[in-house]
């Protein structure tokens, strides 16, 4: 305010100067302007708003239905003058396969079993049709086997046989064969046998005794036999008492051959492991002596 004060008795002497000056006789004097300084605005602060924090919503629950329990449709009942449905017959369900237990599929012990080796003695009966010379026999003799082989299943046996026999009469001669043979058990004990293989038969000639007449080729066998064990029967392996009945038949085109085996053998049997058979629990953990 006083600023503008003194602005203004400034601007009132200028005016009134010159008026004075020209009354005066003197030309009035042309005062210099001053310049007019132009106030400084204060500067205006803008207040500084205020953050305005937006409320947080609070979450809504939404209700959990409560189940509804379905009614349970009550079974018709049909009227009683309906004629009743004429009822199929039920087929009976597929009877599944059991499965077998490790003991069920293993062998339980017995004498014959595993390899085995035979020692047998004969009587033998034998006739030979020499066409040449006629026929010879029907003729007793005796005769000798061996046979190795292994029991491969509970009912068959495979093996190996050598079989010689000499014939006495007045003309004795003899025979021999080697063959592969199986053996087939009808029961537990009992079995027939068959075989194949190469057999010689022979003899002197009773015209000529320089020289001999006989037979080399392919001969067959058939037989039966019975075992009993002179083992424990509840072990694997032991020893076996035999009789044997055995027929064969040497093919030839001039010196055919036939004859019956009638003996006894005696085996050896080695048995199989532990592990292979079908023990009680406490036969198969029981400790060895």
């Known amino acids: 305010m006083r600023r503008i004060s003194l602005v203004l008795v400034r601007s009132s002497l200028l ?16 005062p210099e302007p001053e310049p ?3 106030p400084i605005p204060e500067p205006v602060v803008a207040p500084i708003p205020e953050p305005v924090v937006a409320p947080i919503p609070e979450p809504v629950v939404a209700p959990i239905p409560e189940p509804v329990a379905m009614p349970i449709p009550e079974p018709a009942i049909k009227p009683e003058h309906e004629p009743a449905a004429a009822a199929l017959p039920e087929e009976p369900p597929a009877e599944e396969d059991a499965p077998q237990s490790k003991d069920a599929l293993l062998d339980k ?16 009966l034998a006739t030979v049709n020499d066409r040449d010379r006629g ?39 003899s025979f021999g064969r080697i063959t592969v043979h199986a053996q087939g058990y009808v029961t537990k004990k009992s079995f027939i046998h068959a075989g194949f293989g190469f057999g010689a038969a022979g003899g002197g000639d009773p015209e000529d005794p320089d020289f001999s007449r006989g037979r080399f080729g392919d001969v067959y066998t058939v037989g039966a036999g019975h075992n009993f064990y002179i083992s424990d029967e509840s072990k694997s ?24 085996w009638l003996g006894v053998e005696i085996s050896h049997w080695w048995g199989i492991p532990r592990n292979q058979l079908g023990l009680d629990f406490d036969e198969a953990y029981k400790r060895r002596e």
């Open 15 to 30: 005016v009134l100067a010159p008026i004075v000056v020209h009354a005066q006789g003197q030309p009035p004097a042309v």
């Open 36 to 38: 007019v300084v132009a």
């Open 109 to 124: 012990p017995s004498p014959h079993q595993g390899h085995f080796i035979a020692l047998g003695l004969h009587g033998a």
């Open 135 to 173: 026929r010879r026999g029907p003729a007793l003799g005796q005769g000798l086997s061996l046979r190795i082989g292994e029991r491969i299943t509970d009912r068959l046996d495979l093996g190996l046989a050598l079989a010689y026999a000499s014939v006495y009469g007045e003309d004795p001669w």
């Open 237 to 260: 392996g032991g020893w076996l008492v035999t009789p044997v009945v055995t027929a064969e038949y040497g093919r030839d085109d001039t010196f055919p051959n036939a004859g019956v």
